[in-house]
């Protein structure tokens, strides 16, 4: 709902009919691109996911559920870097720092996607503090996948303290899953 300040008001205390169903539109294109990028995320295509949550990020720079998808697609692409893969490379969207597609400098470091991951869930924490327990958990996996055992379980610690005092924000009114009424509209969806 980021972008739109009533949306979650119209959603949950109705509003004009012509902004409801405005509103429940656009946020129903936008629950589906965040959905198509957890397909991609678990049929492990990260990039397509990274494009996707770029895609969302460009109107909806502060979308909490995008941020998170960002974060985790850039540490699933760290992993599997490989600066022999220019296939893979050239599928990232424009939109990714923009030195990742010159061919007149070196190819993309893995450390340079982990910095990226990182800085995007430092500004997540810095917008939602009182959500910070999921970018704690990426930010385990990040340290992690850099081999960083020790700092990994500082973040995993952290976020299992945090977890219980946010238990109320993270799980709000207007749950992800629930909010997609397109979900609704088929036996599979529901």
């Known amino acids: 709902s980021q972008g739109y300040p009533n949306l979650e008001y119209i959603i949950i205390d109705g509003g004009s009919t012509d902004n409801s169903v405005k509103y429940m539109q656009e946020w129903d294109a936008l629950c589906l691109v965040k959905d198509k990028a957890y397909l991609d995320l678990y049929g492990g295509n990260p990039i397509d996911a990274y494009n996707r949550t770029e895609e969302i990020l460009k109107t909806y720079p502060e979308n ?59 500004n997540y924490i810095q917008l939602y503090p009182a959500r910070s327990a999921p970018a704690l958990v990426l930010k385990g996996l990040l340290y992690r996948s850099l081999g960083d055992n020790a700092k990994a379980i500082n973040f995993f610690d952290q976020a299992s303290v945090e977890y219980p005092r946010q238990a109320a924000a993270l799980t709000d009114l207007l749950d992800s899953y629930k909010s997609r009424a397109y979900l609704n509209r088929s036996a599979e969806g529901k």
Not at 67 to 96: G, H, Q, R, T, W
Not at 101 to 106: F, I, L, Q
């Open 64 to 122: 909490r559920e995008a941020l998170l998808l960002k974060s985790l697609a850039l540490v699933e692409i760290a992993s599997n870097f490989s600066p022999a893969a220019d296939s893979s490379m050239a599928a990232l969207s424009p939109s990714f720092p923009a030195d990742l597609n010159n061919e007149s400098k070196p190819k993309q470091s893995i450390s340079e996607f982990f910095v990226v991951a990182e800085t995007t869930l430092d």
